[in-house]
């Protein structure tokens, strides 16, 4: 059975970093990438960061020169988040894609002072 799991997050003041991290557990055949999405309440779930395993990333506009997507292998994902802004603020969700789609259980993350 496949899980995701995220840690990372927290309270982050503006102009601060956090960095997220996804562990896999179990085996995703035929994945096709792996990534980061988040959500505020009442707002649509966005993608925030995509990565394949060629490691061809993407990136929302709004975090561009912000965030960063990195393996540490085939089971391990990070988001470098820097330069936070308050509008960053949801619960972020590692996500994974191959015949059909696994989340992990999401991460809250607050920029505030």
């Known amino acids: 059975q496949v899980q995701l799991v995220e840690s990372g997050g927290g309270l982050a003041q503006p102009g601060g970093s956090l960095q997220l991290s996804c562990e896999i557990s179990g085996t995703i055949f035929g994945l096709n990438a792996l990534g980061w999405y988040r959500r505020v309440p009442g707002k649509e779930r966005e993608r925030v960061a995509t990565?394949?395993?060629?490691?061809?990333t993407a990136y929302v506009d709004s975090v561009k020169g912000r965030f960063t997507i990195s393996r540490a292998n085939a089971k391990t994902i990070y988001l470098q988040m820097d330069s936070l802004e308050a509008e960053d603020t949801a619960v972020y969700y590692c996500w994974a894609l191959s015949a059909q789609t696994y989340w992990g259980q999401g991460t809250q993350v607050t920029v505030s002072s």
């Open positions: 990565i394949t395993p060629t490691g061809i």
